[in-house]
T-cell receptor
Framework: AQRVTQPEKLLSVFKGAPVELKCNYSYSGSPELFWYVQYSRQRLQLLLRHISRESIKGFTADLNKGETSFHLKKPFAQEEDSAMYYCALIAVHNAGGTSYGKLTFGQGTILTVHP | NAGVTQTPKFQVLKTGQSMTLQCAQDMNHNSMYWYRQDPGMGLRLIYYSASEGTTDKGEVPNGYNVSRLNKREFSLRLESAAPSQTSVYFC???????????FGDGTRLSIL
């Protein structure tokens, strides 16, 4: 069974400081990993996916298969980055001849960026 | 672009009452999902529908039922609401097995 662990429930930094949100996973197959962000009382939005290897809003994340990690990083945090961040993994399952992706979330990290 | 639309946005129920949460997507996605979000628990999958005509249980299905009415719509029903079902409910859809899921705005449900 797949598992996603975000060890920090809360993370506080000051504006302009670097930030790293940790994510570790366990999955026997080839992982598809994502970071989602949820701003206060808004819907979850996709922030990053590992296969795209892009930078969104200054955030990057690198998949490290050796350490089974997918940490989210930003060199200079901004106040508008304050939000809940979820790391998530898609595992492919088969049910009744149909394949589908089951998304497993970590418990989330609340990032607060102070002025 | 509506994406994933959930109704209602807020609801208060009394213990034992029933209700249906509605979800519709306009992205022609095959797969749809219902999650609940609770403090300290993250998001947990209640039910999913891999494709039209199929539904299966997720991590926390007890007390819920679902209907995949057509390709666009996937509803979640609470037959006899309990205070433990107080939560924020999110519907999501995805276009492919390993594609990102798109979420609705959520329904805040309180059961007294």
């Amino acid at each position: 069974a797949q598992r996603v662990t975000q060890p920090e429930k809360l993370l506080s930094v000051f504006k302009g400081a670097p930030v790293e949100l940790k994510c570790n996973y366990s999955y026997s197959g080839s992982p598809e990993l994502f970071w989602y962000v949820q701003y206060s009382r808004q819907r979850l939005q996709l922030l990053l996916r590992h296969i795209s290897r892009e930078s969104i809003k200054g955030f990057t994340a690198d998949l490290n298969k050796g350490e089974t990690s997918f940490h989210l990083k930003k060199p200079f945090a901004q106040e508008e980055d304050s939000a809940m961040y979820y790391c998530a993994l898609i595992a492919v399952h088969n049910a009744g001849g149909t394949s589908y992706g089951k998304l497993t979330f970590g418990q989330g990290t609340i990032l607060t960026v102070h002025p | 672009n509506a994406g994933v639309t959930q109704t209602p946005k807020f609801q208060v129920l009394k213990t034992g009452q029933s209700m249906t949460l509605q979800c519709a997507q306009d992205m022609n996605h095959n797969s749809m999902y219902w999650y609940r979000q609770d403090p300290g628990m993250g998001l947990r999958l209640i039910y999913y529908s891999a494709s039209e005509g199929t539904t299966d249980k997720g991590e926390v299905p007890n007390g819920y039922n679902v209907s995949r009415l057509n390709k666009r719509e996937f509803s979640l029903r609470l037959e006899s609401a309990a205070p433990s079902q107080t939560s924020v409910y999110f519907c999501a859809s995805s276009g492919g097995i390993t594609q990102p899921q798109h979420f609705g705005d959520g329904t805040r449900l309180s059961i007294l």
